[in-house]
Structures are given as structure tokens and as C-alpha cells.
């Protein structure tokens, strides 16, 4: 049986929360791997309202270094020592965030009790080890890897994707009518690649069937740049910031910040499948649907996220 993925939005405020609203975290889960992205603070309280127990969390993926993202951390690291976390937790990030962890964790006179990883995740320009999207594959599991890429917000920023790894499997009947040998270039078939038998070509995608690779797309603070539809293309969901209505873009660029009209037209690109906007500011708490309109006119399969939508 296929593991389902399962997405716990439990923050999606911007700089500052509402009453409807906490800071920005949402939590992944697939298979034995509970993946936190970001931890604004408040995060702790979010998950005991969403019946979720944090000493599953395996993974944490920041995306930059500002309180509305990372002041949830110290509290929750707390609540894992004292709750007797048994797993090494892997925390990930942009660059300085190694220094960052552990600066945080000597301010707050932090007990170790469980081992903690921290890795800094960097693309840097020039890279020549690039994953087909344009980004830097950093973690690699049984049947899903993580991968990053640098964005702009006057800090180290990155944004993030889950891949969970298409399972695609060789035809007998088509095989068998091929009269391909068994051995390595059945191999290079199940990787995709065509091969050359007899002075004949043979194409993997006539000879397999099954499921395309399924990504999930996380872009949060971040200037409008060139990277992020390439870097999303084809995602299943695109969780994406939309902080700034359109008629503000002034505001959202001196800020650092996507207008929803940009947002809506970089799905639009890359073909995403599904749109989800998230770190909604508070100018638009009682008027929400304003910011999902200006979407929907570039972007029709865009929704609004709220606080623990599953």
C-alpha cells in the first residue's frame, strides 16, 4: 500500500500573527518522516490543537533566518528534550544557520539530551551538480528526496521541494516482444533512458508504465526572481507566500516580498497544479478573498490556506 502525504498547515500569518492567524510552520507527513518547515513561534501550541505529537518530527527545513519563521524553535526543542525525544533531529537551512543554531540554543541554556544535526543547505551560483529543476538535492530517502533553492529576501533564503520518486515499472508483454536481454539495459529502461539493441533504439517511456514523480513546492519570503518557476515546474502544490495585494507592489518589492498577481502568474508558468497561499498579512484578515481574487484572475486553482487545514 502507497503512503499517502499529508500536509498540516499550523501557521500561515505573516510578520505578525492574528487572532486567526499564527506565525508561518507547516508539518509534511509521509511514511516513517514528519517534516517541519519553519517553526514561528508559537508552533508547539499549534500542534497540540491539531492532535499532532511533535517527538515524530524527524526533519526541520528553514527557510531564512526572521523571527516569524524561527521563534517557535527554542520552545520546541525544549518540549523535545523534556518529552524525551529518542531520534536525532536534522534540522536544515540557508547559509550562517549552523552558527545561528547554536547561538540560539547557548542563549536559552539548552540541556542536550538528543543528538541534533545541523546542516546548511547552500546553492551556490555556477553550480554545476543541479537537479533537473535548477536546484540542489540535499537529502535523499527510500523513495523521496529533498532539494533546495536560493531566493532573495536581503537574508540567506531558500526555498524547498519534496519529491516523492515515481514508481515505474517495465511491461512484460512489451518486453517480452522486444526480445531485450535481461541485464544492464533493462537497467538504463527502468532509469528512463533509451537504449540500442541489434542496431535497433528502444524508448524507456514505450516500454514503462506507471507514476510520474509527484512534488511538493514550498516558496516563502522571497522577491520575484527568474528561479522560482523553474524550480517549481510541474509541482502538484505550490505552497507560496502572499504577503501583498497587487495594487502594493512598490511595498512588496522595497520589502522583499511577491505581490499575489506574481505569485498567481509564476503557477501559471510552471504549470503547477495546485496553489496555496499562505503567510497572508494582516491588513487582509477580514478581507481575505481579495488577495485569492487577484490570483484567480492569473491563476484559477489557487486557495487560501488557514490555520490547521489538512
Same mark, same amino acid.
Given at each position: ?25 507547516m508539518l509534511l507527513t509521509y511514511g516513517g518522516e514528519n517534516i517541519l518547515i519553519d517553526c514561528g513561534e508559537g508552533t508547539q501550541r499549534q500542534f497540540r490543537k491539531a492532535h499532532l ?118 511491461? !512484460? +508483454? /512489451?518486453?517480452? %516482444?522486444?526480445? $531485450? ?8 529502461? &527502468?532509469?528512463? *533512458? ?36 523553474p524550480f517549481v515546474k510541474d509541482a502538484k502544490i505550490l505552497v507560496s507566500e502572499s504577503s501583498f495585494g497587487e495594487e502594493l507592489e512598490a511595498k512588496a518589492t522595497e520589502h522583499l ?11 501559471? !508558468? +510552471? /504549470?503547477?497544479? %495546485?496553489?496555496? $497561499? ?8 477580514? &478581507?481575505?478573498? *481579495? ?20
Open positions: 500500500m502507497t503512503a499517502k502525504i499529508k500536509l498540516t498547515f499550523l501557521g500561515t500569518a505573516d510578520q505578525i500573527p492574528s487572532a486567526n492567524r499564527n506565525h508561518t510552520s505529537n511533535p517527538c515524530k518530527i524527524t526533519r526541520i527545513l528553514i527557510t531564512h533566518w526572521h523571527g516569524d519563521h524561527v521563534l517557535g524553535l527554542p520552545g520546541l526543542l525544549q518540549t523535545l528534550a523534556a518529552s524525551d525525544y529518542n531520534k536525532t533531529l536534522y534540522i536544515y537551512g540557508p547559509r550562517w544557520i549552523k552558527e545561528q543554531i547554536r547561538e540560539m540554543l547557548k542563549v536559552f541554556g539548552f540541556k542536550k539530551k538528543y543528538d541534533i544535526v545541523v546542516k546548511e543547505v547552500m546553492v551556490p551560483k555556477g553550480m554545476t551538480s543541479r537537479t533537473k529543476t535548477g536546484g540542489l538535492k540535499f537529502f535523499e530517502g527510500k523513495d523521496f528526496y529533498l532539494e533546495a533553492e536560493s531566493m532573495e529576501h536581503g537574508v540567506p533564503t531558500n526555498a524547498y521541494n519534496f519529491v516523492k520518486v515515481g514508481q515505474r515499472r517495465i511491461d !512484460k +508483454a /512489451k518486453l517480452k %516482444k522486444s526480445k $531485450l536481454p535481461l541485464g544492464p539495459l533493462l537497467k538504463k529502461i &527502468k532509469e528512463g *533512458k533509451d537504449v540500442s539493441y541489434k542496431g535497433k533504439k528502444f524508448k524507456a517511456k514505450d516500454l514503462l508504465y506507471g507514476e510520474d514523480d509527484l512534488k511538493i513546492s514550498f516558496v516563502l519570503d522571497t522577491l520575484n526572481n527568474k528561479k522560482i518557476a516580498h511577491m505581490t499575489s498577481k506574481q505569485v498567481g502568474t509564476i503557477a501559471k !508558468k +510552471a /504549470k503547477v497544479e %495546485k496553489l496555496l $497561499l499562505t503567510h497572508l498579512s494582516q491588513r487582509y484578515e477580514n &478581507k481575505p478573498k *481579495k488577495i485569492l481574487n487577484q490570483v484567480k484572475k492569473v491563476f484559477r486553482s489557487a486557495h487560501l490556506a488557514k490555520d490547521l487545514d489538512v
